[in-house]
């Protein structure tokens, strides 16, 4: 009996000990207000006579924004703003008929208010979650037709917030392929600031993130859209008369979808729409404190990271050795890949994937695509026989797939000519002598064909690991995809459908792991990353260029879904002779700022290139678990992407009792810098090592307060230093 008790009283206090992260919702009668609450954030609202206004978002404990904009009517913060039919959908326009606390998960928290428009037959379902401890909130609005006709929503972004006065400034990501997730900084004056893609692919020009600052209250606001397809994002002040100051202005702040052609979206009878969510935090610390609070959402509740990829796989991948598309080394054969497997299972490599140009008798990595079988050529024996071969190397084994596109030298094309995404009633035309074609993931038997593929080839060859590439900017203006009319969503419909088909194959195969991918990192996004495990950052591989590359991602992402190989001097992937065992290791150091890989000429690599290269993948093996799991410190500013100079050092620390640095010395003449690191405990000892550096022992304060001087003798080196709390 006595045993009885003891083992439910430990139950009861592991249970305890198991106690969600802390999030709550709880409504004031007295005041109207939804206090949100997330870790040490707070999101305000208030219900003053059914009119729903904002009145405070920041740290925990703060006071209610002083009134508005003294030139705006009415004083009144919102964060709904959109339009249909020419009405406004603004809190004011809005009767509030419901609303619903409940705790959808352990550790979750959520508010649903749900308004009906005072003018239109058109309802709003406004779902507001706080996620645990992160300090992140997510909205998702979805908006239901209630009437007899058809309703155009011209405008409904999924962020739209009225903030305080004050003086902002803007940091947003932008860039292009190879250049992708360079920051810019700038101040918000008068008028209005506009950010938009509309190739189809979320990331090819900026990133669907930004962080304003608010100089007089020292907060920080950030917030990233969960969609892969079209979108905008503004910022506006008002001018200001009466001797006013722009800082006596507020901001007004909105990102969202687009819809199809940039116009309305077309909402049939009965029809709902659930537009994509946005998470968003704030933050009284700097740009590191709000991204982090941003990278423990992603990686505890917005990513599944398959648990075969954590920590993060060390890959070999085949790209740059065969076949690149910049200059080809060698036409694949089975006994090349071999050789090849062998030198990566030497090394260290666990996944061994085999880039684009495996099928088809493809005499390029561009044609055939649709048609997913082995080239007969490279396999004469089978894919089957190569796919055992890297297992028994003790590698799991990949394959490059592009998916969602068919070139029209494939027999897929021929066969089914209705599957694509057409314009002016033919099938959307891209790249290369126009001979890509993009497959509608919204028909129901499109889905199914790309789950037959990926079904057969886990079955047949054993594959554990997709590269699943998206190469094809299919825009923004579509026929609709079965009805006259053009409900302007035919880019959601098909991306919505895709995140439903990937999680389909990962639920269907556990243990597979997907790497997205799109040219590089052009649909690189929280969408996508809700449905993949990995991401290739950038097709931009060469090591200098690289660390811009690195230090953007782990802003925006968590470092570990930030996937980047090491692969040569230059994008021909040589290794040249004149090349110092300094040089190499830094051109090893440079993608570990996240998941780690290879892709290089290592037939030619001499001797002590394949010792460094084994010693350097162990020394990621020990590191990982802390840069995919841990805080980012960005100690450094971003190194520029053309011709960086001065050195870069980004600190991860997974628990206050461990902590890595990676730091950088590039074109500079400083020997040494010294580093004050973040996120340690003060009053804690910790052993530092690392090579070129003498082993101490130094407390937190003394870490963070003096800091840490490293030593780089010459330029383009890197070092990795290790702390370990010391048990006291």
Known sequence: MHRVRFSILLALFAGLLATPAFSDIRFDKRSGDWHLTSGKIDYVLQNSKGVISLVYFGEAGGTAWTPSDPTRSPQTRYDLDGQAEGQAITPTELDLISEKTSSPRPGVDQLI???????????????????????????ALTITNTGTGAIRIERLPALSWDLPQGQYDLTYLWGGGGQERMMANEVLGPGSRRFMTSSGRSTSSFSAWFCIHNQRSSTRYLAQLAYSGNWAMSFDRAPLHDGLKIADAGLHASMGMQFDFGGPLQLNVGESFRLPAVAFTASGGDLDDAANQMHRYQRQYAFKIDAAN????????????????????????????????????????????????????????????????????????????????????????????????????????????????????????WGPQGTRRHLDFSKPEVRAWARSVIDRLVKDYGIEWFKIDYNTEIGNDFD????????????????????????????????????????????????????????????ESRPKQSLQLAYGCTVEFTPGVCNHWMVGDDKDAVVLPQDTPRWWDFMFRVPMNGQ?????????????????????????????????????????????????????????????????????????????????????????????????????????????????????????SATILELQQIAQ
């Open 480 to 539: 609709p995809a079965a009805t006259d009319t053009r409900r302007a969503d035919v880019l959601y419909r098909h991306l919505t459908s895709y995140y439903s088909w990937l999680d389909e194959i990962r639920s269907a195969h556990p243990g597979l792991i997907v790497e997205a991918c799109a040219s590089g990192g052009m649909r690189f996004d929280l969408g996508i990353m809700a449905h993949a495990d990995t991401e290739w950052l950038s097709d």
């Open 596 to 716: 780690f890989g290879i892709s290089s000429k290592t037939f030619l690599w001499p001797p002590e290139l394949m010792r460094r290269a084994t010693e350097n993948v162990a020394l990621y093996k020990r590191i990982r678990e802390v840069i995919a799991n841990g805080d980012a410190y960005h100690l450094t500013p971003q190194p520029d992407n053309v011709k960086p100079v001065g050195w870069m050092a980004v600190q991860y620390v997974a628990t206050p009792a461990r902590s890595v640095l990676l730091a950088y010395r590039m074109e500079d003449d400083n020997l040494t810098r010294t580093f004050s690191l973040r996120g340690l405990d003060p009053s804690a000892r910790y052993h530092i090592s690392g090579e070129q550096q003498a082993a101490q022992d130094l407390t937190g304060k003394v870490l963070m307060e003096k800091g840490i001087s490293v030593t780089l003798g010459e330029p383009w």
């Open 113 to 139: 208010l749900v308004f009906h428009h005072k003018r239109l037959p058109l309802t709003i379902e406004a779902e507001y979650t706080a996620w645990g401890d992160t300090g992140v909130f997510t909205r």
């Open 310 to 429: 954590e920590p993060p796989l060390v890959q070999f991948n085949t790209s740059f050795q065969f076949n690149h598309i910049f200059q080809p080394f060698q036409k694949q054969t089975v006994a090349n890949l071999k050789q090849s497997a062998d030198l990566a299972a030497k090394i260290g490599a666990e996944v061994y994937v085999v880039d684009a140009g495996w099928y088809s008798n493809a005499d390029s990595w561009n044609t055939k695509l649709g048609d997913w079988q082995p080239d007969p050529a490279v396999f004469p024996n089978g894919m089957q026989e190569f796919s055992e071969y890297v297992r028994k190397l003790g590698m799991k084994f990949g394959l490059w797939v592009e998916i969602e596109t068919v070139t029209t030298d494939s027999q897929l094309f021929h066969e089914h000519p209705d599957w694509y995404l057409q314009y002016n009633g033919e099938p959307i035309a």
